[in-house]
C-alpha cells in the first residue's frame, strides 16, 4: 500500500515544507502538491528543517485528476462539519487498510476543499477540534501523518500478538493431551 498525502491549490510555500518535515518525521507516505500558488522552494526548506529529500522527491501536479488517478481510495478532508465524516483514527485505519494506492487530500489554507471536491472522495475525514473550526493545513497534515504512521507500525504487532497467541494455544493443547 502506498500513501499519498496531497495538498490542493496551497498557497503557503511554509505549510508546504512544514508537511515535508512531517512526513520526514513519520514516513507515513510521499507529498504531492497540486497547483502550488507562487511556491518558493527556500520558504519551503526553510520550515522543512532537513526534509529536503521529501521536498526532491515531492511530485508537483497541475491537476486533481493528476494526483488521485491510480488511488484506490481516496480521503478528503475538510474542517466543515459534515455528516458521517471520519475520525482520524478512522482515516488512519481506512487507508491503512487500502488494497493499493491510496490518498489523502487537502485543500488550501483559506477555502479548504470545494464542495465538488468533497463529492470526489470515497470517504470525508474532520479533526474534531474546541475553539476553532479547523485547523492550520501543516498541522492537520502532522496530525494524520502520525496517526497513519503509529498504524502501519501497529500492523505487524498485532500480527505478530496474534502469532504467539496462536503458538500458545497449540502449546496448550499438546501439553492436555
Do not use: H, W
Not at 507515513?28 to 522527491?57: C, N, T
Not at 493499493?100 to 485543500?107: C, K, P, Q
Amino acid at each position: 500500500m502506498e500513501l499519498r498525502f496531497v495538498l490542493n491549490r496551497p498557497r503557503s510555500s511554509q505549510n508546504i515544507g512544514a508537511a515535508a518535515r512531517a512526513l520526514a518525521n513519520t514516513g507515513a507516505g510521499s507529498l504531492y502538491v497540486v497547483e502550488p500558488l507562487a511556491f518558493d522552494r527556500a520558504q519551503a526548506a526553510k520550515l522543512a528543517a532537513g526534509a529536503d529529500e521529501v521536498l526532491e522527491r515531492m511530485r508537483v501536479v497541475r491537476t486533481l485528476d493528476e494526483a488521485l488517478g491510480d488511488c484506490v481510495d481516496v480521503v478528503m478532508t475538510t474542517g466543515r462539519p459534515v455528516a458521517g465524516a471520519l475520525t482520524p483514527e478512522e482515516t488512519a485505519g481506512r487507508l491503512i487498510a487500502a488494497a493499493g494506492t491510496a490518498a489523502l487530500v487537502f485543500g488550501d489554507e483559506v477555502r479548504g476543499l470545494t464542495n465538488r471536491d468533497l463529492r470526489r472522495a470515497g470517504a470525508v475525514a474532520t479533526i474534531p477540534t474546541v475553539a476553532k473550526s479547523s485547523l492550520n493545513l501543516a498541522q492537520a497534515d502532522a496530525v494524520l501523518d502520525e496517526l497513519l504512521a503509529l498504524g502501519r507500525r501497529a500492523r505487524p504487532l498485532r500480527r505478530e500478538v496474534e502469532l504467539l497467541l496462536a503458538a500458545v494455544a497449540q502449546l496448550e493443547r499438546t501439553r492436555a493431551r
